[in-house]
């Protein structure tokens, strides 16, 4: 019997109906398989602020110690050390001055010059002058001295972190009020010859510092007393400017400060007679005047490092603190203190970057 066309058509849908069942997977009975692990997350592209460090200050008032954040400290010191009245340029090279030098003390752990080493640093010039938290929240606000204290905070702020380095160390960032027109070389002063402590020019001083020059009299027996000289040694009486024949200078320094000088009969460094007489400079005149010994001094501090009045005509004229820092401290660069502070453990050796 033949079977029209059309019944096996109908016939061969059916079969593929019966058999699309077969072929299709139904959802949820064969789960995918997971993907294979990717890579690790990138690290956040913010990185981790490093702890800061404290800094411990022995009160010498009190003798208490006050222990504080570095930044805090360098607030405190630069109220001591600088007039907040300078242009901001002069405190921020004031700040990063005084951030190196406790920078240094905390890489050494050097305690030398506190009592029973209680803490780091005093707050005497000993090392560096320093105005404690309480006073600078409590009494400046009472002197109606908050815009100086907000300018001094910015000077730190804008600077924060950077210290100056020769070599990949911390420098010994010593500073001084006037200048005689030069700074003096480190061996000059100190025994010891520092790269970065050499003798520059300092022409601003003279224009704007008060304590530029300075005349002081004193009675002829104390002028004997304290330099242990004889009585005869200094005429009792000269006549006008004379009585300066007594003095004789042997030698300048390259800053132009008197490195020896004759007194009397007696040899002395200039260093000597300014730490003896208690004058504020070793470039200094002497005269007999009316029975008196009148002193004429030039400049006031040891000379060594950045005068702050030349720091502050240098920012009148435009300089940036660096710039400042790079005239008075030589061949020096900049590092951030936390990496400095950051020590290798497998080599041991101090990590930093560098700012020419």
Not at 38 to 50: D, I, N, T, W
Not at 139 to 166: D, F, I, N, P, R
Not at 271 to 279: P, Q
């Amino acid at each position: 019997m033949r079977v029209h066309p059309a019944v096996w058509a109908v016939a061969g849908l059916l079969a593929l109906a019966l058999a699309l069942p077969l072929l299709v997977v139904a959802p949820g009975n064969h789960p995918p398989q997971p993907l294979p692990p990717g890579p690790p997350p990138l690290p956040s592209a913010e990185p981790q602020a490093a702890e800061e460090p404290t800094v411990s200050v022995y009160l010498t008032k009190t003798e208490t110690v006050e222990e504080l954040p570095l930044e805090q400290y360098v607030v405190g010191v630069l109220a001591a050390e600088m007039p907040a009245e300078f242009q901001l340029e002069a405190l921020k090279a004031q700040a990063i001055a005084a951030r190196t030098y406790i920078v240094q003390r905390l890489l050494s752990g050097d305690r030398s010059g506190v009592p029973d080493d209680k803490a780091l640093v005093t707050d005497t010039v000993s090392h560096q002058a320093y105005i404690a938290q309480d006073e600078l929240t409590r009494e400046w606000q009472q002197l109606g001295k908050e815009k100086e204290l907000a300018k001094l905070k910015q000077a730190v702020k804008e600077t924060a972190g950077w210290v100056m380095t020769y070599e990949g160390e911390p420098i010994t960032a010593s500073f001084f009020s006037t200048s005689n027109g030069y700074t003096e070389n480190s061996e000059d002063y100190w025994k010891n010859e520092i790269p970065y402590l050499r003798s520059v020019e300092s022409p601003w001083d003279k224009e704007i510092s008060p304590k530029y020059k300075t005349i002081v009299t004193m009675p002829r027996s104390e002028f004997l007393g304290k330099l242990g000289l004889a009585d005869g040694a200094v005429p009792v009486s000269a006549g006008g400017d004379g009585g300066s024949s007594f003095l004789k200078v042997l030698s300048y320094t390259q800053g132009h400060r008197i490195e020896n000088v004759r007194v009397g009969g007696k040899k002395f460094t200039g260093r000597e007679v300014r730490e003896k007489l208690g004058l504020r400079s070793s470039q200094f005149t002497l005269h007999m005047k009316d029975g008196e010994i009148e002193i004429t001094t030039y400049g006031n501090g040891h000379g060594v490092g950045m005068s702050q009045y030349g720091a502050e005509g240098m920012a009148r004229e435009g300089y940036k603190a660096k710039e400042i820092l790079k005239h008075y401290y030589t061949n020096i660069t900049f590092a951030q203190t936390s990496n400095l502070l950051s020590l290798n453990t497998s080599s041991k050796s101090r990590i930093f970057s560098t700012e020419g």
